[in-house]
């Protein structure tokens, strides 16, 4: 007599439904820039900026995923009203700080 249970086929198509949004979103969200909000920028990495630039007042924060790597630009302003864009790699490396004009 033939097995004509399917209930064991049931659970890989559930998983697959379940987890392809999520793949292909990692998949297409790779090198583009996300705006996040301030509170959502880790401690760390906020700490480590306003040591770079004691009395900077964030603004605006965005999180990229390039090669598998977390890198957050964050933008805020000194008391004397200049601005800066600051790179800054999750694991606490600052890529770039840029005066904007």
């Known amino acids: 007599m033939k ?8 659970l890989p198509l559930a998983a697959i ?5 999520l793949l292909l979103s990692a998949c297409f969200d790779k090198g583009r820039e996300t705006d996040i909000p301030l509170p ?4 760390n990495i906020v700490n480590i900026v306003q040591n ?3 009395g900077i007042s964030l603004k605006e924060a965005e ?3 390039r090669d598998e790597t977390v890198i957050y630009e964050l933008e ?7 601005e800066y864009k600051i790179k800054i790699a999750a694991d606490g ?8 004009d």
């Open 40 to 43: 959502e920028v880790p401690a």
């Open 17 to 21: 439904a379940l987890f392809s949004p």
């Open 3 to 10: 097995n004509t249970d399917r209930s064991n086929v049931r």
């Open 93 to 100: 490396t600052i890529i770039k700080i840029k005066l904007d």
């Open 63 to 65: 999180k990229e995923i």
């Open 52 to 54: 770079a630039l004691p």
């Open 76 to 82: 805020g302003a000194l008391l004397n009203g200049k």
